[in-house]
């Protein structure tokens, strides 16, 4: 998947390119090694493909687990010559951009309803043969029934990654995490936040080195912002009435990633392996009229978590 | 939900409005009935709301019924000084026309896999004071397991209808529903089709009325079309792997609908009542890495019904 670019490349470019495929390759494999020890009678399939347009992908995905029910973790790499139109709307660029773009994506769905699901994006594009280079990334949690302690756990979690980070802004990142994360037609988040950016370019403070090591730390905070959280609360026991109103969360959640999603319009527009980019759309889903939980309830509790708070 | 409009309107154009929005409600109470008198345990509840840009709507949605697992009949009328963008763009109209739309809609997820899913719509609407109209509907089915008798069935009273009318066409209607009923990017309809057609307007042969009486037809033909398959399926036994099937398609159904509608965007675009707008989505979903059918099994069958063919 990664082979087919390097002899029109210059060494430099190749370099970079070389080393932020190395941090989303490693990641990967350190990430679903945590996962698998969550679960070890049932491992990620692998799944490698090739883009005919130029890349390719590698995902590690699963079905049918006991911790996670649905899950993937995928690495990928696109080129082409024409930056497509989801990327060159979001940054107002031509038409008729080369561009390349590798990235780490993953999305756990857990089986049972006390147990988050979990986001995180990191993502490195050029375009214009390095006239324009950007990263971006973040991470997001989904609670159907949110816990204050590991709510705050998480966005502390995240916080402390920024704060060692000169460039990073969490204030600024949290918020536009918020934003990002809204499913419009409903005025409410899919979940509880997290971070997301995606204005470490060209004209950065310490250039492309610490934009990089600001993005190979992001991956390594993963472990460290989600895993304890899936440890204290896979035991949890759950009752018919949770799995419901988890089944009503990953509708909202299917709502957001097929409406409003850049990384999955992204995907679709360039020809990603279908199965690697709706890895993200959640196992048994349900969708009911008015599922309005009534107040005093612990679902009514959980709706006001899906408005931004302050729990770094 | 339909007495804003009237004061500042010229009387044939209420005349004709009214004439439509009849048209609706007796379509809308009529479909109902029937399908309530398939299981009379379960009515339809009603739901009306009023949009706060002008207009409303009247929806019957029914949850968890025996012969329908989900679905809805809704009828809206919207108006406003913007026609939204959803539509502009499709018939290349400019911003700031005022605009007025009707129309009925309806979905059925019916709970056994044997039986089809239905989708009909048929709407009319106006822009720039009378200066523009158009009307536009259709039908088509979605089976997990199409059996080509229904498919034939419906197919054929679809053209039957068709035929009836001078301005019809089925050949070019039954194209435009196989290709916009298409998921794109799986290259796979959402079922097998029906009819779909968006052009009876202004410069029409036979003008308004022709366009108004073939509507009239389109609605009433839903029952010939849809419930004899409902009849001769809704006592099929059925298993768990056929459920799975079943809820397998019904995501291929919500990424259609999330993705590509017209109307759904229509809706989420012009605030309609969120709950009518996405009624259309499916009760119990699944998605799975890789759910494709092996080479002689009944599920292999059914993707060969997912391409266009000759059923009429």
Redesign the interface.
């Known amino acids: 998947m990664i082979r087919s670019w390097r002899a029109a490349t210059p060494p430099e470019t190749v370099e970079r390119r070389d080393s932020v495929i190395a941090l989303v390759r490693e990641g990967q494999a350190a990430l679903v090694a945590a996962f698998e020890a969550l679960d070890p009678a049932h491992p990620f399939?692998v799944?490698e493909w090739d883009r005919p347009g130029g890349g390719g992908g590698s995902a590690r995905?699963l079905?049918g687990g006991e911790v996670f029910e649905?899950g993937?973790v995928n690495v990928s790499v696109v080129l082409g010559d024409d930056l497509p139109e989801e990327v060159r709307r979001q940054r107002e660029l031509p038409r008729g951009l080369d561009f390349f773009a590798t990235g780490i994506s993953m999305v756990l769905h857990p089986r049972n309803p006390h147990v988050p699901a979990f986001h995180a994006n990191y993502r490195y594009f050029e375009a214009g043969k390095m006239d324009d280079w950007w990263f971006g990334g973040g991470a997001d949690l989904t609670p159907a029934y949110p816990v204050e302690a590991d709510v705050r756990h998480f966005h502390g979690t995240l916080k402390a990654f920024c704060d060692r980070h000169d460039i990073a802004n969490h204030a600024a990142w949290k918020s536009w995490c918020d934003q990002y994360f809204t499913v419009r037609?409903?005025n409410e988040m899919r979940g509880v936040g997290g971070i997301f950016y995606d204005d470490l370019h060209l004209e950065q403070e310490g250039g492309w080195e610490a934009a990089h090591a600001l993005m190979a730390d992001g991956i390594r905070t993963l472990h460290d912002a989600y895993l304890p959280i899936v440890e204290r609360r896979r035991q949890d026991p759950w009752t018919e009435r949770e799995r419901w109103w988890q089944?009503i969360r990953r509708?909202r959640y299917?709502?957001f990633n097929?409406?409003y999603d850049r990384g999955t319009r992204f995907g679709?527009q360039t020809n990603g392996d279908?199965?690697a980019?709706?890895?993200s759309?959640?196992?048994?889903?349900?969708?009911?009229?008015?599922a309005v939980p009534e107040a005093g309830t612990p679902e009514a509790a959980a709706l006001r978590y899906y408005q931004p708070g302050d729990w770094a």
């Open positions: 399939a799944r995905v079905d649905r993937g037609h409903r089944e509708g299917a709502e097929l409406c679709l279908i199965e980019v709706l890895m759309l959640p196992p048994m889903t349900r969708w009911e009229t008015d």
